[in-house]
């Protein structure tokens, strides 16, 4: 259950936004020495916002979280005085939020405010300074920090399942669905990263988005990671959310790989798995929109470590629904739960044995209209914000059933190789 403060109780926020001129990468503006926790990025293709420092920040738990976290950012964004003089996608009042995966999970959510946020649209790049004091602060353009440093001395070790262990449990997995249990279960493994020092997000997020441009990069309260999945985005009435399911490990061979994008785009067992993961996203649409446009088949989007079957959904906003209520709608799609979702859900808690935390959940960013984005927290880690030396990384994969236990644990070693490459990489 959240305890949240009373909105007598909540200071007032000052915000200004102004132009700037500067052509650095966004993710070169985000100042060293920061705590983990106060480091925020949302980025792709080198447009978006990045943020850091808390002006304000809100923490919720359980089945609850979305709708506390939802009632807090009202308060404050009606409260806030904001001069705008941008009027961009990600400008004026933002908060950054992740949210975990389970209703039942340790973790909390939590909304963040940032004190300094800088943006780029559309080729305009802008600085929002937010405050709780009651003036105006005195406005600077940032300037690029120092290249963080790599990290030093790092270790993987097996998380709750070793690759044995997770084999077996997609075995159980497969003999459920057999048995009509369910018909599609997402099962996600983790491994413990220790590091000799401290790990700089910095330094995984400019890693990331060098190597994965087609993705979107993030940070919130030490989870960092590069989603390729678009829960859900609200832009002015536009509704629009990316659909991943069905996935192949690429060799790096160009023609192998197209002769397996091709087998992929053909896969029955692929295909049904992504159809589960587009209707039910489809299903939790339709009461929040209208005039919904769902493709007859999915694409084959090429990552350079894996491709994957896609399907991008487009409606109009019908009942003013926020862009993170409308994730909390989406949440957990059979993308990463399974189908029927509670029933899968129910299986993910008896089979992982372990907290996913926000991994899985929903991650991203939201103004004081209610337009943003959500990605899903997915090729990410969750660096512990008590000691930033250690992280958790993690990888999930759909069994269906015609899953192969083998195969999917070599799937799921295909997905951690973001993260693996990212803190082990020069």
């Not at 305890?3 to 109780?9: G, I, M, S």
């Not at 080198?46 to 009632?71: H, N, S, Y």
């Not at 491709?307 to 709608?329: E, I, P, R």
């Amino acid at each position: 259950m959240s305890t949240l403060p009373t909105p007598a109780a909540l200071p007032t926020l000052v915000v200004r936004t102004v132009a700037i001129d500067t052509d650095e990468p966004l993710l070169h503006l985000i100042p060293a020495g920061l705590p983990v926790e106060q480091c925020a990025s949302w980025v792709r293709h080198g447009e978006g916002i990045v943020g850091w420092g808390c002006a304000l920040r809100c923490e919720t738990r359980g089945a609850t979280r979305f709708e506390d976290a939802q009632a807090w950012w009202a308060s404050v964004a009606a409260h806030a005085v904001v001069r705008d003089e941008v009027g961009a996608s990600g400008s004026g009042l933002v908060c950054f939020g992740s949210f975990p995966f389970a209703d039942d999970s340790a973790e909390a959510a939590c909304l963040v405010v940032p004190e300094v946020v800088v943006g780029r649209a559309d080729g305009r790049t802008f600085v929002t300074w937010i405050t709780t004091r009651p003036e105006l602060v005195p406005l600077t353009t940032p300037v690029p920090a120092e290249v963080p440093a790599a990290p030093r001395g790092v270790a993987f070790s097996d998380g709750a399942l070793s690759p044995t262990d997770y084999a077996a449990a997609v075995e159980e997995a497969v003999d459920r669905i057999n048995t009509g249990e369910v018909d599609k279960v997402v099962l996600a493994r983790d491994l413990v990263v220790t590091a000799a020092d401290p790990v700089d997000p910095r330094w995984l997020l400019r890693r990331l988005a060098d190597g994965y441009e087609n993705t979107w990069v993030f940070a919130v309260d030490g989870l960092t990671g590069a989603t390729p999945e678009l829960l859900v985005r609200r832009d002015h009435g536009l509704v629009t959310s990316r659909v991943l399911a069905g996935t192949i490990r690429r060799t790096g061979d160009d023609e192998h790989d197209l002769a397996l994008a091709a087998s992929l785009a053909r896969s029955s067992k692929d295909l049904e798995e992504h159809e589960y993961a587009v209707r039910s996203v489809a299903e939790a649409l339709a009461p929040h929109c209208s005039s919904m446009n769902v493709p007859e088949s999915p694409f084959v989007l090429h990552l350079p470590n894996v491709m994957h079957l896609a399907t991008d959904l487009a409606a109009v906003a019908a009942n003013g629904a926020t862009s993170l209520a409308l994730a909390a709608a989406l949440h957990p799609s059979a993308a990463v739960g399974g189908t029927p979702t509670p029933d899968a859900v129910r299986i993910i808690g008896e089979l992982e044995q372990m907290d996913r935390g926000c991994y899985a959940g929903p991650v991203g960013w939201m103004d004081a209209t209610g337009d943003g984005a959500w990605g899903i927290a997915l090729r990410c880690g969750a660096i512990d914000v008590d000691d930033p030396r250690q992280l958790r990384i993690f990888a999930g994969c759909g069994i269906v059933a015609g899953s192969d236990p083998e195969a999917e644990v070599a799937e799921s070693v295909a997905k951690l190789v973001p993260m693996r490459d990212a803190l082990t990489g020069s």
